[in-house]
Protein backbone atom coordinates (compact mmCIF):
# COMPACT_ATOMS: atom_id res chain seq x y z
CA UNK A 1 0.00 0.00 0.00
CA UNK A 2 1.96 2.95 -1.09
CA UNK A 3 0.78 6.17 0.83
CA UNK A 4 -0.01 9.18 -1.13
CA UNK A 5 2.54 11.84 -1.71
CA UNK A 6 1.27 14.44 0.62
CA UNK A 7 -1.36 15.23 3.52
CA UNK A 8 -4.99 16.78 2.82
CA UNK A 9 -3.59 19.91 4.96
CA UNK A 10 -0.47 20.28 2.39
CA UNK A 11 -2.85 20.12 -0.45
CA UNK A 12 -4.40 23.46 1.07
CA UNK A 13 -0.83 25.22 2.37
CA UNK A 14 0.70 24.56 -0.75
CA UNK A 15 -2.62 25.75 -2.91
CA UNK A 16 -2.79 28.74 -0.54
CA UNK A 17 1.14 29.26 -1.63
CA UNK A 18 0.33 29.04 -5.33
CA UNK A 19 -2.66 31.12 -5.37
CA UNK A 20 -4.11 28.48 -7.39
CA UNK A 21 -7.43 26.49 -6.02
CA UNK A 22 -7.87 23.24 -5.59
CA UNK A 23 -10.00 21.41 -8.33
CA UNK A 24 -12.32 18.71 -6.68
CA UNK A 25 -14.20 16.47 -8.44
CA UNK A 26 -17.88 16.56 -7.11
CA UNK A 27 -19.26 13.14 -6.52
CA UNK A 28 -16.37 12.20 -9.14
CA UNK A 29 -17.33 13.35 -12.27
CA UNK A 30 -21.05 13.17 -12.53
CA UNK A 31 -21.38 15.16 -15.74
CA UNK A 32 -20.31 11.94 -17.38
CA UNK A 33 -20.40 9.04 -15.17
CA UNK A 34 -23.14 7.85 -12.77
CA UNK A 35 -22.35 10.03 -9.50
CA UNK A 36 -20.54 8.63 -6.53
CA UNK A 37 -19.27 5.45 -8.05
CA UNK A 38 -16.11 4.40 -8.67
CA UNK A 39 -16.08 4.70 -12.57
CA UNK A 40 -17.29 8.38 -11.59
CA UNK A 41 -13.69 9.13 -9.29
CA UNK A 42 -11.56 7.40 -11.67
CA UNK A 43 -12.49 9.56 -14.46
CA UNK A 44 -12.01 12.55 -12.39
CA UNK A 45 -8.84 11.50 -11.18
CA UNK A 46 -7.69 10.48 -14.89
CA UNK A 47 -8.97 14.15 -15.47
CA UNK A 48 -6.22 15.63 -13.62
CA UNK A 49 -8.62 16.73 -9.92
CA UNK A 50 -6.60 17.27 -6.75
CA UNK A 51 -9.14 15.84 -4.94
CA UNK A 52 -12.22 14.06 -4.87
CA UNK A 53 -15.89 14.06 -3.23
CA UNK A 54 -18.29 11.68 -1.81
CA UNK A 55 -21.09 11.45 0.32
CA UNK A 56 -21.56 8.66 3.16
CA UNK A 57 -24.29 7.14 4.65
CA UNK A 58 -24.34 3.81 7.04
CA UNK A 59 -26.01 0.59 6.18
CA UNK A 60 -28.19 -1.05 8.74
CA UNK A 61 -25.45 -3.51 9.72
CA UNK A 62 -23.55 -0.64 10.41
CA UNK A 63 -21.27 -0.47 7.24
CA UNK A 64 -19.72 3.15 5.86
CA UNK A 65 -21.81 2.99 1.97
CA UNK A 66 -21.12 5.96 -0.39
CA UNK A 67 -24.43 7.50 -2.29
CA UNK A 68 -25.92 10.82 -1.94
CA UNK A 69 -29.42 10.72 -0.65
CA UNK A 70 -31.13 8.95 2.35
CA UNK A 71 -33.18 6.66 0.31
CA UNK A 72 -32.09 4.76 -2.99
CA UNK A 73 -34.95 5.70 -5.68
CA UNK A 74 -33.28 8.76 -7.03
CA UNK A 75 -29.53 6.86 -8.32
CA UNK A 76 -30.21 3.26 -7.72
CA UNK A 77 -32.68 0.56 -8.62
CA UNK A 78 -33.49 -0.04 -5.38
CA UNK A 79 -35.87 1.78 -2.50
CA UNK A 80 -36.73 3.29 0.88
CA UNK A 81 -34.27 4.13 3.27
CA UNK A 82 -30.18 3.58 3.14
CA UNK A 83 -30.27 2.59 6.85
CA UNK A 84 -33.20 0.60 6.56
CA UNK A 85 -30.87 -2.31 4.15
CA UNK A 86 -27.73 -4.24 5.04
CA UNK A 87 -24.91 -4.19 3.37
CA UNK A 88 -25.62 -7.37 1.03
CA UNK A 89 -29.06 -6.07 0.22
CA UNK A 90 -27.30 -2.25 -0.63
CA UNK A 91 -24.32 -4.01 -2.71
CA UNK A 92 -27.00 -5.89 -4.89
CA UNK A 93 -28.28 -2.81 -6.83
CA UNK A 94 -27.36 -0.98 -9.22
CA UNK A 95 -25.66 2.71 -9.12
CA UNK A 96 -25.91 3.43 -12.09
CA UNK A 97 -24.83 1.79 -15.93
CA UNK A 98 -24.49 -1.46 -13.97
CA UNK A 99 -22.38 -0.29 -11.10
CA UNK A 100 -22.96 -1.26 -7.42
CA UNK A 101 -22.62 1.43 -4.54
CA UNK A 102 -19.09 1.85 -3.19
CA UNK A 103 -17.84 0.95 0.09
CA UNK A 104 -16.46 3.85 1.52
CA UNK A 105 -13.13 1.85 2.14
CA UNK A 106 -13.11 1.30 -1.76
CA UNK A 107 -13.12 5.08 -2.35
CA UNK A 108 -10.55 5.58 0.12
CA UNK A 109 -8.16 2.48 -1.41
CA UNK A 110 -8.52 4.65 -4.91
CA UNK A 111 -7.82 7.72 -3.49
CA UNK A 112 -4.83 6.15 -1.75
CA UNK A 113 -3.37 4.85 -5.08
CA UNK A 114 -4.33 7.68 -7.00
CA UNK A 115 -2.54 10.25 -4.39
CA UNK A 116 -5.56 12.45 -4.61
CA UNK A 117 -7.44 14.30 -1.78
CA UNK A 118 -10.33 12.74 -0.51
CA UNK A 119 -13.25 14.89 1.28
CA UNK A 120 -16.04 12.92 2.56
CA UNK A 121 -19.17 14.12 3.26
CA UNK A 122 -20.99 12.98 6.03
CA UNK A 123 -24.66 12.85 5.26
CA UNK A 124 -26.15 13.17 9.10
CA UNK A 125 -29.30 15.39 8.41
CA UNK A 126 -32.10 14.64 8.34
CA UNK A 127 -31.80 11.45 9.33
CA UNK A 128 -29.24 11.10 12.24
CA UNK A 129 -26.75 7.72 11.52
CA UNK A 130 -25.85 6.72 15.61
CA UNK A 131 -22.18 5.70 15.55
CA UNK A 132 -21.59 7.44 11.92
CA UNK A 133 -18.80 9.63 13.54
CA UNK A 134 -16.90 6.68 15.46
CA UNK A 135 -17.17 4.23 12.73
CA UNK A 136 -15.51 6.63 10.01
CA UNK A 137 -12.46 7.48 12.36
CA UNK A 138 -12.29 3.74 12.77
CA UNK A 139 -11.97 3.15 8.85
CA UNK A 140 -9.71 6.09 8.49
CA UNK A 141 -7.47 4.94 11.02
CA UNK A 142 -7.12 1.05 9.81
CA UNK A 143 -6.89 2.20 6.11
CA UNK A 144 -3.73 4.60 7.40
CA UNK A 145 -6.21 7.72 5.68
CA UNK A 146 -6.60 10.00 8.23
CA UNK A 147 -4.16 13.00 7.26
CA UNK A 148 -5.01 12.14 3.74
CA UNK A 149 -9.16 13.32 4.63
CA UNK A 150 -10.78 15.89 4.61
CA UNK A 151 -14.08 15.37 6.63
CA UNK A 152 -17.34 18.01 6.01
CA UNK A 153 -21.14 18.22 7.18
CA UNK A 154 -23.99 20.18 7.24
CA UNK A 155 -24.56 18.66 10.51
CA UNK A 156 -21.80 21.01 12.81
CA UNK A 157 -22.29 18.76 15.48
CA UNK A 158 -20.89 15.68 13.43
CA UNK A 159 -18.02 17.83 12.68
CA UNK A 160 -17.02 18.95 15.53
CA UNK A 161 -17.28 15.45 16.85
CA UNK A 162 -15.31 14.46 14.54
CA UNK A 163 -12.48 16.57 15.31
CA UNK A 164 -12.90 15.64 19.12
CA UNK A 165 -12.60 11.84 18.61
CA UNK A 166 -9.34 12.43 15.96
CA UNK A 167 -7.62 15.82 16.21
CA UNK A 168 -5.59 14.84 13.06
CA UNK A 169 -8.68 15.30 10.74
CA UNK A 170 -9.10 17.83 8.70
CA UNK A 171 -12.65 18.91 9.55
CA UNK A 172 -14.84 21.25 7.96
CA UNK A 173 -18.39 22.68 8.36
CA UNK A 174 -20.80 23.34 5.27
CA UNK A 175 -23.31 26.27 5.03
CA UNK A 176 -25.61 27.26 2.41
CA UNK A 177 -26.18 30.76 3.59
CA UNK A 178 -24.06 33.41 4.52
CA UNK A 179 -23.76 33.83 8.07
CA UNK A 180 -22.73 36.98 9.94
CA UNK A 181 -20.08 35.45 11.56
CA UNK A 182 -18.27 32.26 9.57
CA UNK A 183 -15.42 32.41 11.65
CA UNK A 184 -17.60 32.20 14.77
CA UNK A 185 -19.44 28.98 13.19
CA UNK A 186 -15.82 27.43 12.66
CA UNK A 187 -14.40 27.95 16.31
CA UNK A 188 -17.91 26.76 17.65
CA UNK A 189 -17.68 23.35 15.46
CA UNK A 190 -13.31 23.13 15.88
CA UNK A 191 -13.32 23.34 11.94
CA UNK A 192 -10.64 23.96 9.68
CA UNK A 193 -12.41 24.48 6.92
CA UNK A 194 -15.57 26.77 6.01
CA UNK A 195 -17.41 24.96 2.85
CA UNK A 196 -20.28 27.17 1.73
CA UNK A 197 -22.23 27.08 -1.91
CA UNK A 198 -19.82 29.09 -3.29
CA UNK A 199 -23.12 31.23 -4.11
CA UNK A 200 -22.48 31.95 0.14
CA UNK A 201 -19.30 33.44 -0.69
CA UNK A 202 -17.55 37.03 -0.80
CA UNK A 203 -14.64 38.19 -0.76
CA UNK A 204 -14.59 39.56 2.52
CA UNK A 205 -15.67 36.05 3.87
CA UNK A 206 -12.61 34.42 2.33
CA UNK A 207 -10.64 37.01 4.08
CA UNK A 208 -11.68 36.73 7.50
CA UNK A 209 -11.13 32.91 7.09
CA UNK A 210 -7.74 33.19 6.08
CA UNK A 211 -7.31 35.60 8.89
CA UNK A 212 -8.56 33.00 11.63
CA UNK A 213 -6.25 30.45 9.71
CA UNK A 214 -9.01 28.67 7.99
CA UNK A 215 -9.25 27.22 4.21
CA UNK A 216 -12.51 27.69 2.38
CA UNK A 217 -14.04 24.97 -0.05
CA UNK A 218 -16.69 25.76 -2.09
CA UNK A 219 -19.14 23.44 -4.39
CA UNK A 220 -20.83 23.25 -6.87
CA UNK A 221 -18.90 25.57 -9.15
CA UNK A 222 -20.53 24.31 -12.66
CA UNK A 223 -20.43 27.41 -15.11
CA UNK A 224 -18.61 30.15 -16.34
CA UNK A 225 -20.20 32.49 -14.31
CA UNK A 226 -19.20 30.54 -10.87
CA UNK A 227 -15.98 30.05 -11.78
CA UNK A 228 -15.84 33.93 -12.60
CA UNK A 229 -16.64 34.53 -8.92
CA UNK A 230 -14.53 31.92 -7.73
CA UNK A 231 -11.58 34.08 -9.32
CA UNK A 232 -12.47 37.20 -7.37
CA UNK A 233 -12.72 35.59 -4.10
CA UNK A 234 -10.27 33.68 -4.65
CA UNK A 235 -11.41 30.55 -2.18
CA UNK A 236 -8.74 27.76 -1.92
CA UNK A 237 -10.84 24.32 -2.80
CA UNK A 238 -12.96 24.66 -5.58
CA UNK A 239 -15.47 21.44 -6.34
CA UNK A 240 -17.23 20.67 -10.15
CA UNK A 241 -19.64 18.09 -11.11
CA UNK A 242 -18.12 18.76 -14.60
CA UNK A 243 -14.27 18.51 -14.10
CA UNK A 244 -14.15 17.71 -18.01
CA UNK A 245 -15.15 21.40 -18.73
CA UNK A 246 -14.12 23.43 -15.46
CA UNK A 247 -10.56 22.37 -14.67
CA UNK A 248 -8.37 24.35 -16.83
CA UNK A 249 -10.59 27.05 -16.20
CA UNK A 250 -10.22 27.27 -12.41
CA UNK A 251 -6.23 26.75 -12.33
CA UNK A 252 -6.16 29.57 -15.02
O1 LIG B 1 -19.29 19.28 -0.99
C1 LIG B 1 -20.46 19.75 -0.41
C2 LIG B 1 -21.66 19.51 -1.23
O2 LIG B 1 -21.54 18.26 -1.80
C3 LIG B 1 -22.90 19.64 -0.42
O3 LIG B 1 -24.07 19.41 -1.12
O4 LIG B 1 -26.04 18.08 -1.63
O5 LIG B 1 -24.12 18.03 -3.17
O6 LIG B 1 -23.99 16.88 -1.00
P1 LIG B 1 -24.57 18.04 -1.74
CA1 LIG C 1 -21.75 16.18 -0.95
Known amino acids: MAPPPISVRE ?20 AERPENTLSSFRSAIELGVDMIECDVHM ?25 QHTLAELRALDA ?11 VCELSRESGVGLCIEVKQNPLHYAGLEEALVAQLTDLGMVEQTAVI ?18 TGILEGARPI ?17 YGAMDPELVEDVHAA ?13 AVAWCKLCRPDSVFTNRPRELLLKLRD
Request: hydrophobic letters at 35%; glycine letters at 16%.
Open 11 to 30: LYQRSRLSGTPLVGGHRGNP
Open 96 to 106: GEGEPLPLLAE
Open 181 to 197: DPVGLMRGALADLYAPH
Open 213 to 225: GGAVGVWIVDDDA
Open 59 to 83: SGDGQLVVIHDHTLERTTNGSGFVG
Open 153 to 170: SFNHASARQLKELEPRLT
